[in-house]
């Protein structure tokens, strides 16, 4: 059976009383400009924010003239358009008597791990010495996922790490702005240590679905994107759906403090798109959607070609579709990408019915992000026990640690799960910077929380971090000093969760905005924070709401001496 995906039939160019069309009309060179851009590509309903990045990618912005002209090529109102276009970070729409942006960006991210490592300095010395050079602009913005080359700065596409204002103008002025491939192990590499052997015994039956699913099961796989959902029993819930049912890949982790699935898809692109592929057999899914997030340019090519590569090696493979975010964490949520891959805002749905039974165009969905599928290869190779025996203190597993902040070798490290804070800092990476005491850390990106340095020896792995208010999330742990402040770092968790709140829901849209504005006066009113996180804990519709108090509470909780007058780090 084919996937039937929905087309939004809706015109914009409707009748007025008198006969004419109503409305504002595109100029024909705007149409004619939008037929060249769009060529022979479809023009579905679901294709909406792909086309959007288009004409941002062609012209530098959305003009109005060109949103008009895209409505009209897809047969889509043009408010459809406008509230699609506007919600995302990335399109920048140009409206009538307005100036079109510089049409080069320099991004400097912000958050926590850049703060810690003085983004703010670097973005005031770029903005003063750019000041008068026209072309281009200087903004601040969220987590950029390489937070182990704190601070750094994205030229156009091209991102630098360890970024220093002199070396920013050098790629200006050298007009390096493309985002360089990586190093990574193509199609070729992978097939000849031995890749795709496992996807071919379950097409051919020489490894059924059942030991397959057992095998995940019993290892005690778990999603690793932050939920923890147990992997094999996900795939038997979707698996157990009416047909047909699609899969849908996270690669969008905007998590501040997590860059691990970069790391991963940097290195060994096929090793997740193997897993990805076991997965998608097992539930019977007739096509895969990959969400990839859209500061990952390379990223992007690389996935690109070998798909293609692979897909012309072998037939019988389910349709593969590669997505492109444009700049929501909120689409890191999983029913907020489904709704951004339908080409629409990026807003969570309301629970149930759960994604596993409708999610994709209304079908079952089987939705992972791609740690948990890079796992599949390996555990089906060595065994259930060979991964369920690893671990510490009394948890079970292994985990990829994004590592960042006060360490001397920050970095995606493959530890065992329960390890502590502590312990990946001694042995992982490389001790405190010197002259930096360990104060607390982030177990879990921005939304896990904070603790101080006296739990450091908490095991860090699911469900082990409840009781403390926090929680280990995508396994990213932000390492600051007793020369940082942990009110600080909890208002710049709680500015980025404003920044990105979808804004469907009350508490969490004027909950972040109005604990931001309470959180940067001189003395905090604990007791009206309080009560404002406990609604938007309670209220909100998704995790993003629900989490962002985290910071704010800990920082009350664990950190008294900071709120105390002429208090200093103890």
Request: charged share 20%.
């Amino acid at each position: 059976m084919n996937v039937v995906i929905p087309i939004h039939t809706e015109t914009s160019r409707r009748p007025a009383k008198g006969g004419g069309l109503r409305g504002r009309q595109a100029s024909p060179s705007a149409i004619e400009a939008m037929r060249a851009l769009l060529g022979d590509a479809p023009r579905r309903r679901d294709l909406l924010v792909e086309h959007l990045h288009r004409i941002q990618d062609a012209q530098g912005h959305l003009s109005v003239d060109m949103l008009a002209a895209l409505a009209e090529a897809m047969k889509l109102s043009q408010a459809e358009v406008h509230e699609v276009a506007s919600f995302y970070h990335h399109f920048d729409i140009v409206y009538e008597g307005e100036q079109a942006p510089a049409p080069l960006s320099l991004r400097v991210c912000t958050s926590l791990g850049c703060s810690i490592a003085g983004s703010a300095g670097l973005s005031l010395e770029l903005r003063t010495l750019l000041a008068e050079q026209s072309g281009v602009r200087v903004i601040e913005v969220p987590c950029v996922g390489r937070c182990e080359q704190a601070p750094v700065a994205v030229i156009g596409q091209r991102p630098l790490g360890h970024a220093t204002a002199a070396e920013a103008l050098k790629l200006l002025q050298q007009g390096q702005h493309q985002d360089p491939l990586p190093a990574y192990q193509p199609l070729a590499g992978y097939l000849a240590l031995g890749g795709y052997r496992l996807l071919d015994e379950l097409l051919i039956g020489a490894r059924s679905i059942d030991a397959t699913i057992h095998t995940l099961s019993e290892s005690g796989l778990r999603g690793l994107g932050g939920a923890g959902f147990p992997l094999g029993r996900k795939w038997s819930i979707v698996r157990a759906q009416a047909a047909p049912r699609l899969m849908a890949v996270n690669i969008d982790e905007g998590e501040p403090g997590t860059f691990k699935d970069r790391y991963y898809m940097e290195r060994e692109p096929h090793q997740f798109l193997e897993g990805m592929l076991i997965g998608a057999h097992c539930v019977a899914a007739e096509a895969i959607y990959i969400y990839l997030r859209d500061e990952y340019h390379a990223l992007r090519q690389v996935l690109s070609e070998e798909i293609a590569a692979l897909q012309a090696l072998r037939s019988g493979l389910p349709t593969i579709e590669l997505r492109r975010g444009a700049g929501a964490y909120i689409c890191g949520e999983e029913s907020a990408m489904i709704e951004s891959i339908e080409g629409k805002r990026g807003w969570p749905r309301q629970r149930p019915p759960y994604v596993a039974e409708r999610g994709l165009f209304g079908r079952p969905t089987l939705q992972h992000n791609i740690e948990s599928l890079h796992w599949v290869r390996t555990i089906l190779e060595r065994g259930a026990d060979w991964f369920s025996n690893q671990g510490r203190h009394g948890r079970k597993g292994l985990r990829s640690f994004s590592l960042s902040g006060r360490v001397n070798k920050p970095g995606v490290y493959l530890a065992p799960a329960g390890i502590t804070a502590q312990e990946l800092v001694d042995e992982y990476g490389g001790g405190m910077l010197a002259g930096h005491r360990l104060y607390g850390y982030f177990p879990g990106g921005a939304s896990g929380g904070m603790l101080p340095a006296s739990l450091a020896n908490v095991p860090l792995d699911f469900d082990t971090l409840q009781a403390h208010d926090c929680f280990i999330g995508s396994a990213a742990v932000i390492v600051f000093s007793d020369q940082d402040s942990a009110r600080d770092l909890a208002l710049n968790a709680m500015e980025f969760f404003e920044h990105e709140s979808c804004g469907q829901c009350v508490p969490c849209r004027e909950g972040t905005q109005r604990a931001v504005e309470l959180m940067r006066q001189p003395v905090w009113d604990q007791a009206l924070l309080e009560d404002l996180a406990a609604v938007m804990a309670d209220a909100s519709i998704c995790g993003l709401g629900q989490a962002a108090p985290n910071p704010l509470r800990c920082a009350m909780r664990y950190f008294p001496q900071e709120f105390s007058a002429g208090a200093a780090h103890e």
